[in-house]
């Protein structure tokens, strides 16, 4: 893992729980690891509300101003440049779409001063509403890309169903992230599963996650 990793995609495309499952990984490495939790469009899914986890697994957390409260609005005060310099590890989660990607803008500059040791990941879900067609997917990247003034690296295959997702829901999109792959010319970086589809997949970019942010009526 880069010393920088963004984390962007569409509305509840698994942004939010790939960023936790990298942040615990980085940590487990005996990194010093902090995510900032850039998400001032949803306050359902965000970071935020792994504070407490974060706290247990060493992990620094910097969220907006009155994230998870009720004065929950969009201030932001980060010195990111700052947080990188403190870290091995940063961790950022976008909010989705080209609208939370503005506040991604807000820090393009500090950013490219780290040049190639920033990863920018699209994270694709082809079961996901406005994402299923290559289409849909690569029009929202370049959209993303325009709001940040940032470039993506590379995409994660993020396809799923929640608790239904199976090897066939996952695997059965291959060609659709190869098709996204060859059209913005980014690699794909993994695909992920849940740990308990990643035991049984022979694939050798499978990347096992656990599911920490669920729908409401599953908490």
């Not at 615990?24 to 001032?40: F, Y």
């Not at 440049?81 to 950022?92: F, G, M, R, T, W």
């Not at 406005?130 to 959209?143: G, H, N, Q, R």
Request: proline share 4%; glycine share 6%.
């Amino acid at each position: 893992m880069k010393k920088i990793t963004i984390i962007t995609g569409h509305y509840g495309s698994g942004k939010t729980n790939l960023a936790v499952n990298l942040a615990i990984q980085a940590s487990r490495m005996g990194k010093a690891v902090a995510v900032v939790d850039l998400d001032i469009v949803n306050p359902y899914f965000r970071t935020a509300d792994f504070r407490e986890l974060f706290s247990e697994k060493n992990i620094k957390l910097i969220a907006p101003d009155f994230a998870n409260s009720n004065l929950d609005i969009p201030s932001i005060q980060f010195d990111l440049e700052q947080i990188a310099k403190n870290e091995d590890c940063l961790i950022i989660d976008v909010g989705g779409d080209d609208a939370g990607a503005v506040a991604l803008g807000r820090y393009a500059e500090a950013l490219s001063a780290y040049g190639n040791d920033v990863d920018m990941f699209y994270v694709i879900n082809q079961r996901r509403y406005l994402t299923s067609t290559p289409d849909e997917a690569v029009k929202l990247m370049y959209e993303i890309e325009n709001a940040s003034r940032m470039r993506h690296t590379a995409i994660v295959n993020n396809t799923n169903l929640g608790k239904e997702t199976t090897v066939e829901i996952v695997e059965n999109s291959a060609e659709f992230a190869k098709e996204i792959s060859v059209r913005t010319g980014l690699p794909v970086k993994f695909t992920t599963y849940p740990e308990e589809c990643a035991e049984i997949t022979d694939n050798p970019c499978a990347y096992p996650i656990k599911i920490y942010v669920k729908p409401l009526w599953e908490m």
